[in-house]
Structure formats: C-alpha cells, structure tokens
C-alpha cells in the first residue's frame, strides 16, 4: 500500500538556522506532493505543492524539492523563528480511486529561541 | 483564515447517543472531505463528496455516515457513538481535486464516554 514517512520525532533548530524536513514515499509515484502546517488542536494549512516535474518550489522563506529518483522531498525553512514551530505534514494523493489526500504523520519542529 | 467552520468544536457524549458533527463552506467548492486524527497520528479520509448527493468512502472505514444535500454543507452523523469513535475529525474542501490546495477547518474533538 502506499505509504509516507516523515519523521515523526521533534526537530529542534536553533532560531536562524535553516530547518530541513523530510518526507520519503514507498509503494507509489506520485505526480505531486503537498506540504502543510498544523498547529495543536488546529485544522492543517496549505503551504506548498510540488509536481513531479518540477524540481523546486519556493514561497518567500519556505523551499520545497522533489527528487523522484530518491522518492523523496524535501522542506526547507531558511531563517527559522520561534513562530515557526509546529506540526508539518506531507501528503500526496490517495490513488487507488478514492479522492483526497493521503498524510504522513508530520515532524513536530521546535525552533528555540 | 479559510471559511471553513465546524461545529461543535469539542464534544463529549454517552455510548449510543446519535450525533451530528456539523461542517460548512462558503467559498463554492463542490469537493468536500472528512478525515480522522488520533494525537499524534496521521490524518485519514474517511469521507468525500464531488458535489450535491455525491458521497463516497475513503482509504479508512469508518461506520459515520454523511449526506450532501447542498453544496455548503457536509454533515458527518454516528447513529451510536462507542469509545472506538473518539478522535478528531476534519472537515475540508477543494476548488478542483485532491491535485490541489485543501483547505481545512478547525476540526471537532469527540470523546465518548
């Protein structure tokens, strides 16, 4: 079955630094990815999509890659802030006939002041 | 802010009561999707909708029920709400399809007694 992993232990980042995420999939090649921001007892917020064709996305201090080659994305956050903590979540579709997204269970990130 | 509600935002319940979690639209999209979260798990479809009296199950099984009557509306119901139920569910929508940005509300937290 498809399947999206992200590691689901907390990342602690010193305020400044840039913040690297990582999201690998297994069983499945999907034409995009999506990433998205959750803070606790929120709904997750859309942030960026990134398409099989395309090797890099940018949203001012957020980066988004997709290497189908490694089956993997990557999530950059450069300048981090305190503000930035919070749950992010990797996602692509279900497939298989059912519509909707399918989630990774998302890296807690801490960035300390 | 995407406008997207849900009602209640934390409900607690005996066994065997019916319930009806509330969610509403206002931005058109004719896509709508239930998902469950446990803490600290992945989120999981277990519900979508193409539009008005389209209804379809998702990756999970769930034994909710929905119904889409109107384009702004998409209530989930449990005829009889057991402990297993207790989770989080999140109402979303989308302008196209799963290829794009979902937007999400704030979510219920329902606990079962």
């Known amino acids: 079955s498809q399947k999206i992993e992200q590691n689901s232990e907390a990342l602690n980042i010193q305020e400044g630094k840039t913040a690297t995420l990582t999201c690998n999939y297994t069983?499945?090649?999907?034409?995009?990815l999506q990433w998205y921001r959750q803070d606790p007892g929120r709904g997750p917020v859309f942030l960026l999509l990134i398409r099989e064709n395309e090797k890099e996305k940018r949203k001012e201090r957020l980066k988004v890659t997709f290497d189908t080659t490694l089956k993997q994305s990557l999530f950059h956050i450069t300048a981090s802030q305190p503000a930035d903590s919070a749950t992010y979540l990797c996602a692509h579709g279900s497939g298989g006939g059912a519509d909707g997204l399918t989630f990774g269970k998302g890296t807690h990130l801490i960035i300390q002041p | 802010e995407a406008d997207i509600y849900q009602t209640p935002r934390y409900l607690v319940i005996g066994t065997g009561k019916k319930i009806t979690l509330e969610c509403s639209q206002t931005m058109g999209h004719d896509k709508m999707y239930w998902y469950q979260q446990d803490p600290g798990m992945e989120l999981h479809l277990i519900h979508y909708s193409y539009g008005v009296n389209s209804t379809e199950k998702g990756d999970l099984s769930s034994e909710s029920t929905v119904s889409r009557i109107r384009t702004e509306h998409f209530p989930l119901t449990l005829e009889s709400a057991r402990p297993s139920h207790t989770s989080q569910y999140l109402c979303?929508?989308?302008?196209?399809?799963?290829?794009?940005?979902?937007?999400f509300g704030p979510g219920t937290r329902l606990t079962v007694t």
């Open positions: 979303a929508s989308s302008e196209l399809d799963s290829r794009y940005e979902q937007y």
């Open positions: 069983n499945y090649s999907p034409a995009y």
